[in-house]
């Protein structure tokens, strides 16, 4: 069968291999039809050889974690031949630690947890995988044309419930947020704001394209000015750029008793002039708090699925801008700096 697989540290070795092995039983009881995955910055990241690491005893990993597949077999009775559904992305660690014991393996403490197309796991991007029933998430018929979301949205799904669970330390009443960044984790951050009936602000560069279309049909206002410019302070602040200058001037521009969740993730050399007493002020006198988050565990997959479910699904079509067969698996990895979210189809 087809894999798209890299060798991990070796910048630009892209291949798809024709005649990969098929999955084996060891793997999980479920087997799968993949229908496509979906491809972002982390898989971008390990084409380059900044990371990744194959299965024990093998050269080569296959990427994709962001799934969308088709039962073929089931013998657990857990899902149906035919039945969508896609596969979480981490393991818990063998150990395992406190939270893995208990399948917050998004929260894993020692490092050991594992990862399908990124770390120690194959990953989704063949024609066929497999999957151990308590990493298969079912979803909605619906979603055969865009499953493949809701690996980002599991983890938009669990920064809102940090961010409630946060709430929560307090009488809490938001009214509005504030989105910083329209790619796909922004743009699906915005969604669920909506879902929960808030004004949600989306801030991005972008001036043309369509990013401001997209957060407009949410119901949802644009900006394009800095943060600091802007003339409200959010309740919450969900940042999805990882850029230093919008981390920063998130923070300050957030209201008293006010939430920043950080979702972006920086990359190091760069270095700002920071008043860190001026911030350190501005953060204990308001009570405000400042949080990471990153991944998901299956509950966070089951809400983002419920989420995606309810959402208008020709909006969430247009979050796809580019569907590439495998068979031109390359120009699927090539970035134009126009695409919102490109996916690679295995049915093509």
């Not at 969604?191 to 949410?218: E, F």
Request: charged share 20%.
């Amino acid at each position: 069968m087809r894999a798209v697989t890299v060798t991990p540290g070796v910048p630009d070795s892209l291949r798809l291999v024709e005649d990969w092995p098929e999955p084996p039983p060891e793997e999980g009881a479920i087997l799968v039809e993949a229908l496509a995955v979906g491809i972002c910055g982390t898989d971008q990241e390990i084409i380059a050889g900044d990371y990744g690491e194959a299965p024990p005893g093998q050269e080569r990993l296959v990427l994709g974690h962001e799934s969308l597949g088709r039962v073929l077999e089931d013998p657990t009775g857990t899902l149906r031949p035919g039945d969508l559904v896609a596969g979480v992305v981490r393991h818990p660690d063998p150990v395992p630690c406190p939270n893995c014991a208990v399948d917050e393996w998004d929260m894993c403490r020692n490092g050991r947890y594992t990862e399908h197309g990124i770390k120690a796991l194959p990953g989704f991007a063949r024609d066929r995988w497999r999957v151990q029933p308590k990493f298969a998430v079912g979803l909605d018929p619906v979603l055969a044309p865009v499953g493949m979301l809701l690996e980002p949205t599991s983890v938009v799904a669990k920064a809102w419930d940090h961010i409630e669970r946060i709430g929560a330390r307090a009488e809490w009443k938001p009214q509005s947020v504030l989105v910083t960044g329209a790619g796909p984790i922004g743009l699906l951050a915005a969604l669920l704001a909506i879902q929960r009936g808030l004004s949600v602000h989306v801030l991005d560069r972008n001036t043309t394209g369509p990013k401001p279309d997209l957060v407009r049909a949410l119901g949802a206002t644009y900006h394009t000015v800095p943060v600091a410019e802007l003339d409200f302070a959010p309740d919450v602040v969900v940042e999805c750029t990882g850029a230093p200058v919008v981390v920063l001037d998130a923070m300050y521009k957030v209201g008293p008793i006010g939430i920043v969740c950080l979702t972006g993730v920086s990359s190091g050399g760069r270095t700002l002039d920071l008043d860190a007493g001026a911030l350190n002020r501005e953060l204990v006198l308001e009570n405000n708090v400042v949080f990471g988050s990153v991944n998901a565990n299956r509950r966070h997959w089951e809400l983002a699925a419920e989420a995606l479910a309810r959402a208008d699904q020709s909006w969430l079509n247009s979050l796809i801008t580019r569907r590439v067969p495998v068979s031109a698996y390359a120009e699927a990895y090539t970035q134009t700096g126009e695409d919102i979210k490109v996916v690679l189809d295995f049915t093509a």
